[in-house]
């Protein structure tokens, strides 16, 4: 496809989403109280997002920015949901 | 427009969505073994539900003329008590020559547990030893990365594996390139929040055009969609796939690497 047709079919959505996720830290941070580690997983996101030249693979930083680096197995679950950002090692 | 949905938990879903996706095209659906949204206390419980996914969901299948299969284990979430879990890995065996049965899955890691990983490794012989197919679950959110590492270490330190007859499922753009490249099948799963939408499914498929790869909704008690593979066929076209480009992920990929179980017949 070329640019302008990816514009034309995503745009209008993107755009939506990206005020959405502007809203949201509006919101977080008109709330008392500090980040916590999915706050500051998202910050980090958030650079991995706005860098320039990634070679496309911008939504792989992304993920990568929420991801437990760690190999070693955990000793026991904590609960059986993930919450979307890696709480950091020991916690 | 045909397709197949290979990861459908349809014990959870309604009777019309049996025909909604036969309407949209659909040819036959596979259903892994998953959790039931609490923890099942029993080995008996278990062949319940082994028995519901090989003798009366598929009936309830036929009344749509939709032939439907089955992947038989206990869920990563459920591996936290090693002896309950040893039961059913021992009842298993009595299910996989049952017509339908297609291996073993949905097997894999949730949050990465040291028992997660003893009763992934005791399903991984399983299938070894009686030849079967091979269904992986990747964990969720900030799990999948570390997950997906740790699964494909342990199936590549299994010389009896034959990775072409492994489909890792859930992939996303951050896991999928590691899963293709180590020679295993990989799988996009279209969620609403958790993993893939269809435009991202979508440019995945367009980064490993030709890759071992199909699409599935995963569709279960949670939020989700059984008519996800068939938007995002829609998004295909919106983008200018061809038919048969369509064809190649959502019919012939999966018909290709079911086709390696004895049990599953190609749709004609
Ligand atoms: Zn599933």
Redesign the pocket.
């Known amino acids: 496809m070329q640019r302008s047709q990816v514009l034309d079919l995503y745009f209008v959505d993107a755009r939506s989403k990206l005020i959405d996720i502007a809203a949201f830290l509006d919101r977080a941070e008109r709330a008392e109280g500090a980040d916590d580690y999915r706050l500051r997983a998202f910050r980090e996101a958030l650079s991995a997002l706005a860098a320039q030249g990634g070679g496309a693979n911008r939504a792989e930083r992304v993920l990568l920015a929420f991801s437990d680096p760690t190999s070693a197995p955990v000793e026991q679950a904590d609960g059986k949901a993930a919450t979307g950002a890696w709480r950091g090692e020991g916690k | 427009m045909r397709y197949i949905e290979p990861?459908?938990?349809m014990v959870s879903r309604t009777t019309d969505d049996y025909l909604a996706m036969v309407l949209a095209g659909c040819q036959a659906v596979c259903e892994?073994a998953?959790w039931a949204g609490f923890d099942r206390h029993s080995a008996e419980g278990f062949r319940d539900y082994f028995a519901q996914l090989t003798e009366h969901e598929p009936k309830r299948a036929a009344k749509y003329l939709l032939p439907h299969y089955s992947w038989l284990c206990l869920n990563p979430k459920e591996a936290e008590d090693l002896a309950l879990a040893g039961e059913v890995l021992a009842l298993i065996p009595e299910f996989l020559d049952r017509p339908g049965v297609l291996g073993i899955g949905?097997i894999g890691l949730n949050r990465n547990s040291r028992n997660e990983v003893a009763i992934f490794e005791r399903h991984v012989d399983l299938a070894a030893r009686h030849n079967q197919l091979i269904l992986i679950?990747t964990p969720h959110l900030e799990d999948k990365h570390k997950g997906t590492r740790l699964i494909i270490d342990i199936l590549k330190n299994d010389p009896r594996i034959d990775p072409g007859r492994v489909l890792i499922?859930?992939v996303e753009e951050h896991t999928v390139d590691r899963v293709l490249e180590a020679g295993f099948w990989a799988g996009i799963?279209l969620y609403p929040e958790s993993k893939c939408t269809p435009p991202r499914a979508v440019d995945i498929l367009e980064r490993h055009a030709g890759g071992n790869v199909w699409m599935?909704s995963?569709c279960?008690w949670g939020h989700s969609d059984p008519l996800a593979v068939p938007k995002a066929c829609f998004e295909m076209r919106k983008r200018g796939h061809t038919a048969a480009e369509i064809d190649q992920i959502v019919f012939q990929n999966p018909v290709r690497f079911l086709s390696q179980s004895p049990h599953f017949v190609a749709p004609v």
Request: aromatic share 8%; no cysteine.
């Open positions: 990861h459908a938990h892994p998953f949905e679950h499922d859930h799963t599935n995963a279960d």
